[in-house]
């Protein structure tokens, strides 16, 4: 058996060694259709190999990879799959280049060359790893879904946890708003709805199941947001509500007709409000990278707030959230008053998930037409915020025509990660996107699918993309163990 | 052993056959819920123990999509398993109780089949049970060697992360056979195999699933909620397989003995067989709207007296599309019942997608469609609506739509299908020429709503017709038998109102309906005007409707209505009077 393996090795190995690119081929003017599009994309240099598939008419196909510094790659067939090796050594000596791409087609017997194409790449590394929620389209109902961890610089995929560890076939398991401290993997948390429900707080070795509703506040933690070093988590807790439409093309809305924020004190099990206006709705905190400010969308609407939630529900449109924060003293655990950051009301637009570039410089947001979960809004773009001169301008080599959204910056801030559903309207995609020193964004790339053809992945979405340095350190099974514990009762603090 | 045998047999084949023939069109809908089996779906999921029998199984109930083929398969299905077991138990009559109970667990088939989440549940299980039979058949032949008691072992090492806890049944089936013949060591090693081995899978290899289920793997423990009689013919069928093999050479059938054994599972599979005949209808009436063929529908819909509102609201499709809703969605019985089914399924996991879909708010088709792609499975069914839906919106990215397709096209049988579609992907303008977007087109013209919930279909579909403003066509009669249905006099009197500015003639319940109402009003002038609007007081309406109302008043509450009903129960009257409310489950 063995050597029939190595046989076989071997000769795959001499026939891609012997792959040529043809030379002096015609030109075909024809641009290069990839599925995914990774034309003129701006890569990181540690990124696993990026196959696609050609979409170009032909009978066989040959790829050359050319580094702009030196190296070259050539693969043969329309489902170009690139060694990771190779692919790894070919970045590393072209750190800050770019990559030539070239692309044979043979028809009716001759070779035509498709437009060329390049690839840059960047010196800016990228997180090692992304941990992403897998599931289909569903809406309220669910039976099989997963948290799973992309390692980005070898393509390996490996399930954290799925909702099938404690099946029980009357009533479902949901798990969501993984959120790490850091990007670190030590401290971290998610949320279990239903089944064995509760807040899962890991911390280092220790594990807790938290319930985070208290007779206080509207619901249990929602949006979570770690700082960066207290032990601390701020959470939205949000009425949430689901609208089906009839016709409109965007199906669904989410609304929240209440929601608040609260502060969670791991060490002290105890939740305290940190914005619960009844004249606005509070929702979606994050922390600056220096954990002094805590900024958060509000739509502070009166004549809407103060209406019964089925009249909140017929305004879904005409709430529009700003982008606000509050300074907060970590010695103190208080936070001050709410200052207006970004007003997307007076341009009739709501602005959600404020993210704070690790520098500090730069806040991304998704800015969308109305309400709060922009997910599910075509119109619904990325914008940036300089926090140094206050200019604002969307992302336009990232953005698409369809929804935008649900983002985040990598360790180094030059990175983002985002779902976007551009490639058919309803499944969300993972992309990335290089940022420069200027907040200008690099032409968006697909996190590479699960396998060449797309098939494992065509009726999958990928959502709440969360970069990490390092693996999850926990198993299925330890995570399995952890949520089986009985939920804890957070206290609420007055104070 | 007698030789008459293989006629006992065939009777009782033969009964089967007879209930699967009648059953053909619930065989094609099981081929309609279930999926050419896609690997990546298993990897998805992670693989669990016992993937291969609903890969298998898929495999089969995919070919069996032309539910004369899928009969057949069953009944070859269940011949191997009884050849089998004649070849470990001998000639016995009693080889064909397995194969008997497992045709009892595939015709207990109920209405649970909306809801499976195990695939390919048409095969699945008695291949389990072949599989289960052929490795203690295998034992039988290596029994005697020194190196017996490997053999449970390897058969469960192997089996189980394939056939999951039917590997476990024939290593029980060793482990009983073995003690019968004193032979201790392979019985000991089939028992401890059978305890620890899947142990091990689900501990070191299969980390991903729920240990809790480690002993019922492969089995359909996900299905049949609050509804578990419906295994019992398949622990009957593991448990037969496990103790038959005993009883080789001590049982071989006087012929008595055999017919009468043959009696017996005749009456069982006839008896035993899930009969509901509103099931049965509503499975052909829904294939035959999918077909639009609306006559088939129709007369389907007429063989039940008391029909389920699954039933009555796909009748409804089929007038609507026939033009003749308010003039015959009365003359049907409307004395509806629930559903039948022990477990709690509703008429939303029954018909949402068709009846959404067919009503034009193809919105909730989808969502129904992926809603119950996710919490059961996914279907062929269910992905022929998403894709007909992405079409029919006009507004949705075309790659969606072609991923629906290419997911369909992977299907048997459905390479017309597909080609009839992307046509219209190709060239939008075809879509005009098809009836279901002609209709749909009409249905559309709402302003766009949204809603809580679309979970009770029934309530939403009447909901929706009722707020509708100044509806022209075919959305006027839906208002219009909205109302009706509803008893909502207000908004009838609206949609009349209408209706009389269209100039459209008034259809016959319509006319009915405005005649009680006024009547009702005790409003004279407008008895009156409706008298005209009917063509005068010696209208066949009108004066249907003085009889009538001078035989209601007479009749008592609790009285008996039946010799009412023969004169007036094809009426809107009969339906306001005496059919008290809707049971929308």
């Known amino acids: 058996m063995r050597k029939f393996l190595f046989i076989i090795i071997a000769l795959s190995a001499a026939v891609s060694c012997s792959t040529r690119f043809p030379e002096g081929t015609a030109r075909a003017d024809e641009p290069a259709v990839l599925s995914p599009d990774y034309t003129d994309v701006v890569v990181p240099f540690n990124i696993s190999p990026l196959d696609f598939v050609i979409g170009n008419p032909g009978n066989r196909f040959v790829t050359r990879f050319s580094g702009a510094k030196g190296g070259e790659v050539i693969v043969s067939g329309k489902e170009v799959e690139i060694g990771l090796k190779e692919w790894r050594a070919l970045l590393e000596e072209n750190k800050g280049s770019s990559l030539r791409v070239e692309i044979a087609a043979r028809r009716e017997g001759n070779w035509v060359a498709l437009n060329e194409f390049s690839i840059n790449v960047s010196e800016d590394p990228i997180d090692g790893y992304l941990v992403y929620r897998l599931l289909a389209p569903s809406y309220e109902f669910y039976t099989a879904f997963s948290i799973r961890q992309r390692d980005l610089s070898t393509g390996e995929d490996r399930e954290v946890y799925n909702n099938r560890m404690h099946y029980n076939p009357k009533e479902q398991q949901c798990m969501n708003c993984h959120q790490f401290q850091n990007g670190r993997t030590e401290n971290w948390q998610m949320h279990v709805r239903q089944v064995l429900g509760g807040t899962l707080i890991v911390t280092g070795d220790e594990a807790r199941k938290v319930n985070l509703k208290t007779d206080s506040t509207i619901s249990a933690g929602v949006y979570p947001a770690w700082h960066p070093s207290e032990r601390l988590i701020a959470y939205s807790v949000n009425k949430t509500r689901q609208f089906f439409h009839a016709k409109n093309i965007h199906k669904l809305e989410v609304q929240d007709p209440a929601s608040d924020l609260i502060m969670y004190d791991i060490d002290k099990n105890e939740v305290s409000v940190v914005a619960d206006d009844p004249m606005a709705f509070e929702t979606f905190p994050t922390w600056s990278p220096d954990g002094k400010w805590l900024y958060y969308s509000s739509a502070r609407q009166p004549e809407i707030a103060t209406l019964p939630s089925d009249s909140i529900a017929i305004c879904f449109d005409k709430i529009y959230y700003d982008i606000v924060r509050r300074s907060f003293d970590p010695v103190t655990r208080k936070f001050g008053d709410e200052e207006l950051v970004f007003d997307a009301k007076s341009l009739s637009l709501s602005a959600m998930e404020a993210r704070i570039s690790p520098d500090g410089r730069y806040l991304l947001f998704s800015l969308g037409e109305y309400g709060t979960f922009h997910i599910w809004h075509r119109g619904s773009d990325l914008w940036v915020k300089d926090l140094e001169t206050g200019e604002v301008w969307p992302l336009k080599e990232a953005n698409s025509d369809d929804a935008d959204s649900f983002h985040n910056w990598s360790s180094n801030g030059r990175w983002i990660v985002f779902t976007s559903r551009r490639d058919d309207g309803l499944f969300t995609r993972t992309y990335f996107s290089h940022i420069d020193k200027d907040g200008k964004a690099g032409k968006a790339f697909m996190l590479p699918p699960r396998d060449l053809t797309g098939k494992r992945d065509r009726v999958y979405s990928y959502n709440v993309p969360e970069f990490t340095v390092e693996p999850v350190r926990q198993s299925v099974r330890d995570l399995s163990r952890m949520i089986s514990q009985p939920a804890i009762q957070a206290e609420f603090s007055g104070d | ?585």
């Open chain 2, 1 to 585: 052993m007698n030789k008459t045998g293989w006629i006992w047999r065939a009777l009782v084949y033969a009964a089967m056959a007879l209930v699967l023939i009648l059953k053909l069109p619930v065989i094609r809908k099981l081929f309609e819920l279930s999926l050419w089996p896609d690997m990546t779906f298993y990897l998805n999921l992670g693989l669990q123990p016992g993937f291969a029998l609903p890969v298998a199984g898929s495999v089969l109930t995919q070919i069996g999509g032309i539910p004369l083929i899928g009969a057949a398969l069953v009944i070859l299905s269940l011949a191997l398993l009884t050849l089998v077991m004649r070849r470990i138990s001998g000639p016995g009559f009693i080889t064909i109780i397995p194969a008997t109970l497992a045709f009892l667990f595939i015709a207990g088939f109920d209405y649970s089949l909306y809801t499976f989440r195990s695939q390919g549940l048409l095969f699945s299980q008695t291949l389990g049970l072949l599989c289960a039979a052929l490795i203690i058949w295998g034992w039988t032949a290596v029994s005697g060697k020194r190196w017996s008691f490997l053999y449970p072992i390897a058969a469960v090492l192997v089996g189980y992360p394939l056939i999951g806890v039917h590997a476990l049944v024939a290593a029980l089936g060793i482990v009983v056979l073995s003690l019968s013949r004193k032979r201790w060591l392979p019985a000991l090693a089939g028992l401890v195999c059978a305890a620890f081995i899947p142990l091990f899978y689900t501990h070191l290899v299969f980390t991903h699933v729920d240990t809790a289920y480690t002993f019922a793997a492969g089995a359909p423990y996900m299905d049949f909620v609050d509804n578990h009689k419906r295994f019992i013919p398949l622990g009957l069928a593991a448990l037969s397989i496990v103790v038959i093999p005993v009883f080789k050479g001590k049982l071989n059938s006087a012929w008595l003995a055999s017919a009468a054994m043959a009696a017996v599972a005749v009456v069982c599979v006839v008896l035993f067989s899930y009969r509901d005949r509103n099931f049965h209808i509503e499975i052909a009436m829904q294939q035959a709207i999918e077909r639009n063929d609306w006559d088939k529908a129709l007369a389907l819909a007429g063989r039940s007296e008391t029909p389920t509102r699954v039933v009555v609201m796909y009748r409804n499709i089929a007038l609507m599309y026939k033009g003749q809703l308010c003039d015959k969605m009365f003359t049907f019985p409307n004395e509806t019942i629930d559903i039948d089914t022990p477990a709690q399924i509703s008429q939303t996991e029954v018909c949402a997608p068709a009846v959404f879909f067919y009503n034009g708010l193809i919105n909730y088709s989808a969502r129904w469609s992926w809603e119950m792609s996710m919490m059961f499975q996914r279907t062929l069914e269910r992905y022929k609506y998403l894709a007909k839906v992405a079409l029919f919106t006009g507004k949705e990215n075309p790659a969606l739509v072609s991923r629906y397709l290419d997911i369909v096209g992977e299907n048997l049988y459905q390479r017309k299908w597909v080609r009839k579609y992307r046509s219209y992907l190709d060239n939008p303008a075809l879509l005009d020429t098809d009836p279901e977007y002609v209709m749909f087109s009409q249905l559309d013209r709402f302003e766009e709503i949204k809603y809580m919930s679309s979970a009770v279909v029934e309530n939403t579909l009447l909901s929706h017709y009722l707020i509708q403003e100044n509806p022209e066509g075919v959305m006027l009669d839906q208002s219009l038998a909205a109302a009706m249905t509803k008893k909502d006099i207000e908004m009838f009197w609206y949609y009349y109102d209408i209706l009389l500015r269209s100039g459209r003639p008034i259809p016959r319940h319509v006319g009915e309906a405005a005649i009680l109402f006024a009547y009702i009003d005790r409003d004279q002038a407008e008895i009156d005007s409706v008298a005209k609007d009917l063509g005068g007081q010696s209208s066949p309406i009108v004066s249907r409707f003085i009889r009538f109302s001078s035989e209601a008043s007479a009749v008592r509450p609790g009285s008996d209505t039946s010799s009412f009903k023969k004169k007036y129960g094809d009426t809107y009257w009969y339906y306001c009077y005496f059919v008290k409310s809707l049971t929308t489950n």
